[in-house]
């Protein structure tokens, strides 16, 4: 299972990106078993949880991120995304996809996304 992250970018302050995240070479049953989610880093700081949804829909989020990012996942398509509205600066950093999958984590490539101020 390869999960591919794309939809970063650079964006000006107040802005928005969307996030993509597939799951290739999975079947439907596998991508539907387990939650995924967003991780972001900056240099010199370690990989933080900025939000994740579980098999079922129910959602977590940094509040750092509450109220303007948004995660989703459509299993029938083995995808999810981060829609991220208002971004800020201190948004700035690589954006990692993660499913957590049999009690294996799995990792995409990263997108970076930066916010112009």
């Known amino acids: 299972v390869q999960l591919q992250a794309s939809g970063g970018g650079l964006v000006q302050a107040g802005g928005s990106l969307r996030l993509s995240c597939a799951a290739r070479r999975a079947i439907t049953s596998f991508f539907n078993s387990g939650p995924m989610g967003w991780y972001r880093q900056t240099p010199g700081n370690e990989r933080e949880l900025v939000a994740s949804i579980t098999r079922d829909g129910t959602t977590f989020y940094a509040d750092s991120v509450k109220g303007r990012f948004t995660i989703s996942r459509d299993n029938s398509r083995k995808s999810g995304w981060l829609q991220m509205n208002s971004l800020k600066p201190e948004d700035i950093a690589i954006y990692y996809c993660?499913?957590?999958?049999?009690?294996?984590?799995?990792w995409g490539q990263g997108t970076q996304v930066t916010v112009s101020s």
């Open positions: 993660h499913g957590y999958w049999y009690e294996r984590d799995y």
